[in-house]
């Protein structure tokens, strides 16, 4: 479930970052490379899942809240990163 969730927001957020200049300024680009990556990591596990021979998603409930942790820690990274902007990331250099 946490692989279904992580790809929904990595489509989401990229159709937003591609049709909103706005979004694009205020660096949704880092969010949505972040859930992309999440995405990734997960196709992993469910490929290997599936090589070993388990099922490869699980639906339970703990994995869904597994994946909306996810994305809750995507969107709180993009927040601090979209409020620094861009003075603040160099200044962290």
Known sequence: MCWIITIAAAVVTTWLWWRSPALRAARLGVLVLTYWGAALMWSVDVVASAIAGEPPLDLGTSDALLGLLVVAAGLAMW??????????????R
Do not use: D, K, S
């Not at 927040?79 to 962290?92: F, P, S």
């Open 79 to 92: 927040a601090v990163v979209a409020r620094l902007g861009r003075r603040g990331v160099e200044a962290v």
